[in-house]
Structure formats: structure tokens, C-alpha cells
């Protein structure tokens, strides 16, 4: 029974991971990544208070390295590394520019959310909302793994993880407690709709968990069926780095997947899209004796245009049934 679930369940899974292109939409949220990465961290440490216990360097140096993958993690974080030692000064003109940069990515990971989510029925976006939704999302996020990071620096949990079992737990634990943490926000503040938060942990958590297996798989292919250096050199850093914002991108959608399912938000009902959809009609009009031709260019639902062809498809008939009525009676 519980076997024949599961397969159901993924049967589900496949078929929603098929219809929303999750590879394609993961590809395209890699390029835009690339964009938008490094001015979100900079938008970020704007919210991080540089607190002498916490050691932030030393902090994003560990989170850094076990988010991202070794060979592409040294060129990653000695990037960060520069960033954080030089703070860039406050000022209105950098945190605006920043902020449009991270909003601008947000609003596409936000579209691409919505369209797994079938959020169809959200017509309008607030622009006050999805702005108040992006701080939210960011400030918070920022006390959290803040507080994450804190604990850690602590003296007392510093020496309880430098215990052998602990110490090689640790190197499991720590990233997924930040990834789980970053995935529930993201799967809470980005959709516009709402989400019940027992979906959230569980795509969360199985994205968190999925990431974990894969990270581990990933570093064991790249250091042993791999040698990316002697193809690409010095700039071997860069394709795995790529492949790996990819699949991040693709197991963080995969876990929206899980949430919509979830939710029940999978299934494309016909009313649903039928409200949504619109057809759009070019008519021209020739009048006679005259070379001007008027073109009007309109749109309908669905439901109008089946209006509008039932009644021209009725006049002809009902011109028929006249025209043979009045031939009757002219024979009698």
C-alpha cells in the first residue's frame, strides 16, 4: 500500500516537473543568478551588524565552503571574503541600486514560484506588498542565520562541537539547518499565494535533504571521474560553479514541486485557465466604393467568443428557416 503510494505520488511528481519545465526554468534562474548574486550578498551585510563574537568573516568563510562546492568555493569566497573586509559605505545612491538589483531577482524567482504554484488567480501584484514581502524575507532571514551562526561562535558550543562525533555530524548538520532555514523563507515570503506551513517544512526539508545526498555525490564525481582543469585551466572554477547554481536551482524549484503537490495546486483546471485565457481578434472592415480599409483589434474570454460564434452561427439558420418559410407560402 505504502509502496504503491509512493510510486503514485511520483507519477504526480514527474508530470508537474515535466509541464513546468523545471530544467529550462532552472537554467534561466542560473543566469539571472549570476547577475544579481554577488549585490544581494552586498545588500545583505547591509542588515549583518559586524559583532566582534560572531566573526562574520570567519563565519560566511565556513558557510561558504559548505554551501559550495571545494574546487569552485576558494574562487567564490575569496571574492566574499574582499567584500566583507571592505564594507561599502552607506550611502542612498548604493543602497538604491542595490535594492533594485535584489528586488529585480526576487520578482523573477517570485514568477517563476507562482507559475508551479498555478497562482492564476492572483491577477494584480501590489507593488507595496511585494516589496514589504522582500524585507521580510530578507531582514528576517538575516536575524536568523545570524542567530545560527551566533550560537555556533559560542564558546560553550564551540567545544561541544569539537567532540570527534559531533565534529563529523556537524559538517551535515550546520548546512542543513541553513539550508532548511533559507528554503522555508523562500517558500514562504516568495509566492504571492499562501502556503500552509506543514507543506512548507516538508519541501523544505526534503529539498534541504535532497541537497545534502547530492552535495556529496557531486564533490565524490568532480575529484574522482573528473579533471575539468586540464580542459578548461585556470578557469576550471567557473563550469563547476555554473553546474552548481544550476542544481541548486533545480532541486529549490524541485521542493516548490513538492510544496504544490502538497497543496493540491498541480492540477490545471479547465475554468481555471479558461478565465484566464483571452483570444485576441483582428477584424477588418472594407467599405464600399472606397480604397480605406479600418482594422479594429480587440480581445475576448473565452466564454464571450463562444457567445459571439453561437449567435452568428444562429442568424444564418435562423435566415434559412425565413427565407424557406416565405417560399412556402408563396407556393401555397
Known amino acids: ?20 519545465k523545471i530544467f529550462k526554468e532552472s537554467a534561466a534562474l542560473t543566469y539571472v543568478t549570476l547577475l544579481g548574486f554577488i549585490p544581494f550578498i552586498i545588500f545583505l551585510l547591509f542588515f549583518l551588524p559586524n559583532l566582534p563574537f560572531v566573526e562574520l568573516e570567519d563565519q560566511i568563510s565556513e558557510v561558504t565552503k559548505s554551501i559550495f562546492v571545494p574546487e569552485s568555493a576558494q574562487v567564490i569566497f ?14 542612498l545612491i548604493s543602497f538604491f541600486i542595490l535594492l533594485f538589483t535584489s528586488y529585480s531577482l526576487f520578482q523573477i524567482i517570485n514568477s517563476s514560484f507562482d507559475n508551479i504554484l498555478n497562482a492564476r488567480e492572483i491577477k494584480s501584484k501590489d507593488i507595496l506588498t511585494e516589496i514589504t514581502r522582500f524585507f521580510g524575507m530578507t531582514i528576517f532571514g538575516s536575524v536568523i542565520i545570524l542567530a545560527l551562526l551566533s550560537a555556533i561562535s559560542l564558546p560553550i558550543a564551540s567545544k561541544f562541537l569539537e567532540m570527534p562525533f559531533l565534529q563529523n555530524l556537524s559538517l551535515y548538520i550546520t548546512p542543513f539547518l541553513i539550508l532548511f532555514i ?7 515570503y516568495i509566492p504571492t499565494v499562501r502556503v500552509k506551513k506543514r507543506s512548507i517544512v516538508i519541501g523544505a ?5 535532497v541537497w545534502i545526498i547530492f552535495k556529496s555525490f557531486f564533490n565524490w564525481y568532480i575529484a574522482t571521474l573528473t579533471n575539468i582543469e586540464l580542459i578548461f585551466g585556470v578557469l576550471g572554477a567557473i563550469p563547476i560553479f555554473l553546474i552548481w547554481i544550476y542544481t541548486n536551482w533545480v532541486i529549490m524549484l524541485s521542493g516548490v514541486v513538492i ?3 502538497l497543496e493540491g495546486r498541480h492540477i490545471r483546471t479547465e475554468s481555471l485557465q479558461g478565465e484566464q485565457e483571452h483570444i485576441k481578434i483582428s477584424i477588418e472592415r472594407t467599405l464600399p466604393h472606397s480604397s480605406k480599409r479600418r482594422k479594429i483589434k480587440t480581445s475576448f474570454s473565452r466564454s464571450d467568443l463562444k457567445e459571439i460564434l453561437q449567435e452568428l452561427l444562429q ?7 425565413e427565407d424557406k418559410k416565405q417560399f412556402t407560402e408563396k407556393e401555397e
Request: hydrophobic share 45%; with cysteine; proline share 4%.
Open 1 to 20: 500500500m505504502i509502496l504503491k503510494s509512493a510510486l503514485k505520488y511520483l507519477k504526480i511528481f514527474w508530470k508537474k516537473y515535466n509541464e513546468d
Open 78 to 91: 575569496d571574492y566574499i571574503s574582499q567584500i566583507t573586509s571592505k564594507r561599502i559605505p552607506f550611502n
Open 182 to 188: 533559507i528554503f522555508t523563507l523562500g517558500f514562504f
Open 205 to 209: 526539508a526534503a529539498a534541504a535533504a
Open 259 to 261: 510544496v504544490s503537490i
Open 315 to 321: 442568424e444564418p439558420e435562423n435566415n434559412c428557416k
